[in-house]
């Protein structure tokens, strides 16, 4: 295992995540058990045992048949990783940098809303453990808890807030300077989502619970916000559903924006904070990636929402891969989409991306045991990572390129069951 008193544990300039092996292995002397199975194919059985209808079904409905979730999962078995031996790992670091922020992995929360739907603690658990684990936190603006709480609960941590933008220039002005006081340093515009995609399950059961007046937090407490309800009548105590719907009809909006209201949301965003980073997410297209840089973006998550928004798409993959190698020398280029343990967060960074976002896994950790649940999830990921790159020769993240992966070709062969992870 990891030996605990490894002479080298003192000299690494990051944690020695992988102990938290030696944690669990240990446990049962001292009549304990490990919290729960991280496999994902169990951890999401237990989180479905553990939630609400509504909540599963938000969680893990995707768009359509699920066939761009499967096609994300099918997109990372391409990819072998090439191991190296007798390399001295004992001093890695896991360790990156991201706008500034120096933090133990190239790993952070992906934004992810209305989590009361799975915790009655909503997001706050889960930024407190971004920032014990000095991980970037991401809040969605359709996030169930207001900002500023959210912001007490992450302390010193790096944090980014992750816009929809209302077709209500001062909302979103509001909203954006409360993140910026309340210390979110960056700016995440997600492009994809105007409104949500067609899923199944959500669908059939009426399952939107801003408009059963459920996770409506962070709009209820926005001042602008408050006084669109004041002259509308609507008293958000007596008619939560009303507030609700008010609220998630001006974030999901179904009014598409185009390019040409970026130049304006990027100038505010930069006024407002000074010129701190501001960033697309939903990047699919080498074309979109080449705008983005052309109007002065400072990143990008390529990203499909894990296959949450259109049926059939690319996998995301796929296109980081497209996308790195037209404009990776001329923008910040992040990941999220179907990441499960530390070997996809090593080929995506080794197919381009600088840093990788997580949601789901976090997600079933928080549904199954609140704060508990989301530290066990990641101190697992962080320690499989850190496991990783000792056992596969990896002495820093630099090293992580494209010469360690082998690749086949992208025949994706159609399965008709649908993907459980």
């Known amino acids: 295992m990891s030996d605990a008193k490894n002479p080298n544990i003192d000299k690494r300039s990051t944690p020695q995540w992988s102990l938290y092996q030696r944690e669990n292995f240990w446990k049962p002397n001292t009549g304990e058990v490990p919290p729960f199975n991280t496999e994902p194919g169990k951890l999401e059985e237990l989180a479905k045992q553990k939630l609400t209808e509504g909540g599963w079904y938000y969680a893990s409905s995707n768009a359509g048949l699920s066939y761009t979730h499967l096609a994300n999962r099918q997109a ?32 952070g929360f992906a934004p992810i809303g209305i989590n009361k739907i799975y915790h009655p603690l909503g997001e706050l658990p889960v930024a407190a453990i971004a920032k014990e684990l000095n991980l970037p936190y991401c809040l969605s603006t359709a996030g169930s808890t207001a900002i500023e709480d959210v912001a007490k609960a992450n ?129 699919q297209s080498v074309e979109d990636a080449r705008k983005a840089v052309e109007i002065g973006c400072d ?43 530390a070997a996809d967060v090593v080929k995506a960074l080794a197919l381009g991306a600088k840093f990788v976002f997580v949601g789901r896994l976090w997600v079933w950790g928080l549904s199954i045991m609140g704060e508990p649940g989301v530290r066990h999830v990641m101190k697992a990921l962080l320690a499989d990572f850190d496991i990783l790159m000792n056992v596969g020769g990896f002495q820093n993240i630099g090293q992580i390129d494209r010469n360690i992966l082998e690749s086949y070709p992208k025949a994706y062969a159609m399965i008709a069951e649908k993907s459980k992870l």
Request: glycine share 10%; net charge neutral.
């Open 76 to 107: 990372f078995f391409r990819h072998r990783i090439i191991p190296r031996q007798l390399v001295d790992t004992n001093l890695r670091d896991t360790s990156t940098t991201i706008f500034g922020h120096k933090v133990s992995a190239p790993i």
């Open 155 to 283: 302390g010193q941590g790096p944090r980014f807030y992750q816009l929809y933008m209302p077709h209500d220039d001062e909302l979103t002005v509001s909203l954006l300077t409360r993140a910026w006081e309340s210390g979110f340093d960056v700016c995440i515009l997600t492009t994809d989502t105007w409104q949500l995609g067609w899923r199944h399950d959500d669908v059939a059961t009426g399952n939107y619970a801003f408009y059963r007046g459920i996770g409506a937090d962070l709009g209820l407490s926005d001042p602008v916000f408050q006084k669109r309800m004041r002259d509308e009548g609507i008293d958000p105590v007596k008619e939560p559903q009303r507030a609700g719907a008010k609220w998630i009809d001006n974030v999901w909006h179904g009014r598409a924006w185009s390019w040409k209201k970026m130049p304006w949301l990027i100038e505010t965003w930069k006024r407002i904070s000074g010129g701190r980073p501001f960033m697309l997410k939903g990047i």
């Open 299 to 341: 990143g990008i998550v390529v990203s499909n929402h894990a296959g949450r928004q259109v049926d059939g798409a690319i996998a995301s993959l796929d296109a980081l891969e497209n996308i790195v190698e037209a404009v990776g020398d001329k923008i910040y280029i992040t990941y999220d989409s179907g990441i499960r343990g």
